[in-house]
Nanobody
Framework: QVQFVESGGGLVQPGGSLRLSCTAS????????MGWFRQAPGKEREFVAR????????TYAESVKGRFTISRDNAKNTVNLQMNSLNPEDTAVYYC????????????WGQGTQVTVSS
């Protein structure tokens, strides 16, 4: 059974940083591209960042490029998202999922982890 457990969200002031983590299970993690997505209140879910299985290729949404960094640890089946210079527009629920390119493979979205950027 494919599962994703996201953590690390919280309340942070504008300009601050957070590090999100996601532990995945139920598939061969090291050979699977992984991505982060987010959904803000009243908006559609959007792609944030992706990384391939070997960590040799990453892609970022224009809105986060230069501020966010995606990484992974295949030994621990985890994918991380370091978020710096946060602004209120980054407020959303963040999810990690398997990806093909920048599209999610999985068609279920659990609780994710809430990120709120506010003073």
């Amino acid at each position: 059974q494919v599962q994703f457990v996201e953590s690390g969200g919280g309340l942070v002031q504008p300009g601050g940083s957070l590090r999100l983590s996601c532990t995945a299970s139920g598939f061969t993690f090291s050979s699977t591209g992984m991505g982060w997505f987010r959904q803000a209140p009243g908006k559609e879910r959007e792609f944030v960042a992706r990384i391939n299985g070997r960590s040799s290729s990453t892609t970022y949404a224009e809105s986060v490029k230069g501020r966010f960094t995606i990484s992974r640890d295949n030994a621990k089946n985890t994918v991380n998202l370091q978020m710096n210079s946060l602004n209120p527009e980054d407020t959303a629920v963040y999810y990690c999922r398997r990806v093909l390119g920048t599209l999610p493979i999985d068609d279920f979205w659990g609780q994710g982890t809430q990120v709120t950027v506010s003073s």
